[in-house]
């Protein structure tokens, strides 16, 4: 009969805590553990905290970011660009997006990128959305700043083929050199990606 280390309910919170992203086992323990001793200071409000997360939050319609309110505080804001739509495989880079504060434009969070390998395809997508979004409003241009993988290439081709039947101007990110990188250090994708998108001075 093996040990127990603790009650169950804290087992829970470590097995829970397990799931996120980064997090193992170990630093599961660790993370619980730290969460315990500071129960009044961390694990009440975190609690408290969640629990209005489960309530409140909720995936805008629109768009597919997250937010608390339907639709989302980005898609009601008269100030953005109704002009242009930027599409992100996921919220995290939607968030950064907004957190580089270098975009004015609307959203729309496809919730992934194609990939035939692990069974995901147009339909698994929020492309459909997207594709009705496009072609009833006022977008003149599609920024696709997906990331730089087969999949992603994948995803931009797709949706370029999709999006060009409708004459609207279709733009991606550039990818090269990024600020303040040493050519030494670089892939040669990186390169390869940065001499195909260079441009006069």
Not at 57 to 77: A, F, L, S
Request: aromatic share 2%; proline share 5%.
């Amino acid at each position: 009969m093996s040990r127990r280390e603790s009650g169950p309910e804290i087992g829970r919170l470590i097995q829970l805590l397990s799931r996120l992203p980064g997090l193992g086992p170990r630093s599961a323990r660790r993370a619980a553990l730290h969460l315990v001793k500071k129960k009044d200071q961390l694990l009440a409000p975190l609690a408290t905290a969640l629990a209005d997360a489960v309530e409140k939050i909720t995936v805008c319609g629109t768009c597919g970011n997250v937010d608390t309110c339907e639709p989302c505080t980005i898609c009601q804001d008269p100030r953005r660009d109704a002009s242009m739509i930027c599409v992100v495989e996921e919220v995290g880079d939607l968030w950064a997006l907004e957190r580089a504060g270098v975009i004015n434009a609307r959203y729309h969070v496809l919730g992934g990128t194609l990939s035939p390998l692990d069974g995901r395809g147009p339909e698994d997508l929020n492309l459909a959305k997207l594709f009705e979004r496009v072609r009833v409003g006022s977008v003149v241009e599609v920024l696709l700043a997906l990331n730089a993988t087969v999949e992603g290439q994948s995803t931009v081709h797709y949706i370029t083929e999709q999006i060009e039947r409708d004459g609207l101007t279709v733009s991606r990110l550039a990818h090269g050199v990024p600020v303040g990188g040493e050519l030494d250090y670089l892939d040669e994708g990186t390169l390869a990606a940065a001499i195909k998108s260079r441009r006069p001075l």
